[in-house]
């Protein structure tokens, strides 16, 4: 009669690590997807309120701007003059070219 030998399919230390790891890295996976979405969700939060604070300050720059040809005006000068007693005279503007 012939023996039947008996295998026992024992695990190396090494390949018992191995599965450890790839078990861990399964489950951590759909946790960092979750976070780096969140992560990303939140930046692009960020980037939209810095976009309403950039166009509201560009709003206000266009409505000083504006502000600042109208009393630039030549009109509007000369109403301050003539408020303060000062008369416009041409002979007394020189002009300076470059």
């Given at each position: ?7 026992n ?5 090494g390949e018992?690590?191995i ?38 300050q ?20 000369q ?5 303060k ?13 470059e």
């Amino acid at each position: 009669m012939m023996k039947k030998k008996n295998k026992n399919n024992k695990l190396l230390r090494g390949e018992k690590l191995i599965y450890i790891f790839i078990f861990i890295l399964i489950l951590s996976m759909p946790i960092c997807t979750v976070f780096t979405k969140a992560l990303l969700s939140e930046s692009n939060i960020e980037v939209e309120q810095v976009k309403s604070k950039i166009e509201k300050q560009s709003n206000v720059n266009e409505s000083l701007s504006m502000q600042i040809d109208e009393l630039a005006s030549l009109d509007k000068i000369q109403e301050v003059a003539s408020e303060k007693g000062l008369s416009y005279n041409n002979e007394n503007i020189k002009v300076i070219n470059e």
